[in-house]
């Protein structure tokens, strides 16, 4: 989609910074006007805004939780204040915890499932409604992780979620596709963000030897497989997991001692 094409309209979560962030500035890119969501880094979101309207098009700053309901419902509703359509929804907000199961407290496992699932849930339903009344199909696309297949220690909460999100999106892809809704899921491996930094002493350290094509991700590499999702290149693709990973789930080996 080139920018002189009509702007077709995006949500996409968690767009503050990292991979959301990266996420919308290329779906601009591609010629998509953008709703950012931001939870609690106005700055980060008005910068995303600032880059998208660089890009000549139209983006919009929305303030939403998405792991509390009413709040979700209300970034929906912000939107459609803003914007005549909806075509992709990007649902990528998402929090976890580092910590053994046996002292995972209950209240981190409440926030995390509520946002990452609950969230991804509320969001896929609110747009696909949008979708549906307007007849014209869309693009739903989930964020996994490789959680979604490999169980990692100490992010117990965060794995249940990922894993729920990938058979989320199967069900989703099936039950919408009468309405050619396409439900797509992009599970990123080690992906240098502000976030997983500061998980281990050298994070690209840790994870490149371990990855057949010898690097970790980056947050381009994930915006890539989401905007395959959102264009017309995947118009037969849907209730699918794309693994970006550089091969990693491919040949599992653990650089932690647990």
Request: hydrophobic share 40%; with cysteine.
């Amino acid at each position: 989609m080139s920018a002189e094409t009509t702007a077709k309209a995006a949500i996409v979560t968690g767009a503050s910074k990292g991979i959301g962030k990266c996420i919308a500035i290329e779906l601009a890119r591609a010629g998509f006007d953008v709703a950012v969501n931001y939870n609690t880094d106005l700055a980060g979101a008005q910068d995303t805004v600032f880059q998208i309207e660089e890009l000549g098009r139209k983006a919009v700053a929305i303030q939403a939780n998405v792991g509390d309901t009413e709040s979700a419902r209300g970034l929906f509703t912000a939107f459609d204040k803003h914007f005549k359509d909806l075509h992709v929804v990007v649902a990528n907000a998402a929090v976890q915890t580092w910590s053994p199961l046996l002292d995972l407290q209950i209240e981190d496992w409440d926030r995390v499932l509520n946002t990452n699932l609950r969230g991804t849930f509320i969001c896929t339903q609110e747009g696909a409604r949008r979708m549906v009344d307007k007849g014209h199909g869309g693009s739903i696309v989930t964020i996994g992780s490789g959680c979604n297949k490999l169980a990692f220690p100490r992010l117990v909460d965060y794995t249940a979620s990922k894993g729920g999100i990938e058979m989320f999106t199967k069900v989703a892809a099936v039950e919408l596709g009468k309405y050619q809704i396409r439900v797509n899921c992009v599970a990123p491996g080690a992906t240098e963000v502000e976030r997983t930094k500061h998980e281990t002493g050298d994070y690209a350290g840790t994870w490149a030897p371990i990855t057949p094509l010898g690097r970790i991700g980056m947050p381009l590499d994930i915006a890539r497989a989401v905007l395959f999702f959102a264009g017309d290149q995947s118009e037969f693709v849907t209730g699918q997991t794309l693994t970006v990973d550089g091969g990693v789930t491919a040949k599992p080996q653990w650089p932690y001692e647990f």
